[in-house]
């Protein structure tokens, strides 16, 4: 409340100077009204599943009904939540919702991605439930073979527990889900909040599905293309059958489309232009290719939030994932917007 000569006596510059500045930063919008009350700098809410993976790694090719020498990391995972721990360590503020457990692990998985530089005060905390597992086996190429997730503690975060985050989520600048979400949950966030873009996370074959009544509300859309098939019913294995999949998913009303598919790159569909990008590191030693969907949506929504051109966004998106490969984990904390730099260098040469 001071006025704007007790400002330019503090700061040692001019009335008139410090009317300026005050007048520029109204008009770019980061005074809001009297009082010279500064806004809120832009955050992204998350909202999905979080659990505590356990991944068992093969040093060979797996043996199916043997046991197969390898490695055993546990780590803190779930699709929404790896997208917000990329998201946090790119810089961003990031605020994450879902539901964990009184339990060992969920006190792992609040220190984990607190450490992370997520925010964890919005989570739900439901005594009754154990926190989500996700068991996984993985082959000596870094693919995952099979996985069982334990994820029954999700169905509690329902709309009525979201409703308590109503005026939280409302100023978010973008909010990011995956269909982990009940179809309680995803019915609420995408009519309540239907002035803020969503992206989604399809997270499964068994759980895209989940997302096909809420289509016409989703602004940006990542599945792999299995993933694809199972929420449209549709073939996602050839450049013309991608184009007619994503062709469908525009007149649903998805703005973009982007179509996750290992080695051979993402297709991707928007109102700009359509077709396939291919990381020039896909012939890079894969550890754990589990986490790089998650990756290459957070390098989506970072790039949203910078308004970077398509090709661009597609470069930093596909660095991102390229990071997460290289850790045993589902995240890598090596993940940061000067290591996402260091790993396009070789896209801008070419």
Not at 144 to 170: C, E, G, P, T
Not at 265 to 280: H, I, N, Q, R
């Amino acid at each position: 409340m001071l006025s704007q000569q007790a400002i330019a006596n503090r700061l040692g510059i001019s009335r008139s100077a410090a009317a300026g500045h005050i007048m520029n930063m109204t008009r770019k919008g980061y005074i809001k009204g009297r009082g010279y009350v500064v806004s809120d700098a832009a955050f992204v809410c998350v909202v999905g599943g979080a659990n505590i993976d356990i991944h068992g790694k093969s040093l060979k090719s797996l043996r199916r009904n043997d046991s197969n020498p390898g490695a055993v990391h546990i780590s803190a995972g779930g699709v929404a939540r790896n997208i917000a721990e990329n998201l946090a360590r790119l810089g961003v503020d990031c605020r994450f919702i879902s539901a964990i457990g009184l339990d060992q692990h969920g006190e792992m998985l609040k220190r984990l991605s607190r450490e992370a530089g997520i925010d964890m005060q919005y989570v739900h905390e439901i005594a009754s439930e154990s926190t989500s597992t996700y068991l996984s086996v993985i082959d000596d190429s870094g693919d995952m073979k099979v996985a069982i997730s334990d994820m029954n503690i999700i169905d509690r975060l329902s709309a009525d527990r979201l409703q308590q985050q109503q005026a939280m989520l409302s100023q978010s600048a973008l909010i990011v889900l995956d269909a982990n979400l009940s179809d309680d949950a995803v019915a609420w966030l995408t009519s309540a909040l239907a002035d803020i873009p969503i992206f989604a996370d399809t997270v499964s074959t068994t759980k895209a599905p989940r997302l096909k009544p809420y289509l016409s509300a989703i602004h940006t859309l990542k599945a792999g293309a299995s993933e694809a098939e199972a929420l449209t019913g549709m073939r996602a294995r050839t450049t013309t059958q991608l184009q007619k999949l994503a062709t469908t998913l525009h007149a649903e009303g998805v703005v973009r489309v982007f179509i996750t598919r290992g080695e051979k790159g993402v297709f991707y569909s928007t109102a700009e232009a359509a077709g396939l990008k291919k990381s020039p590191h896909s012939k890079q030693v894969v550890e754990n290719a589990g986490g790089a969907g998650d990756a290459f949506l957070a390098g989506l929504a970072y790039a949203w939030l910078e308004s970077l051109p398509l090709d661009e966004t597609l470069q930093f998106a596909l660095a991102a994932a390229d990071i997460t490969l290289s850790h045993p984990a589902t995240s890598n904390p090596a993940m940061s917007l000067s290591a996402i730099s260091r790993a396009m260098e070789p896209q801008r040469v070419e």
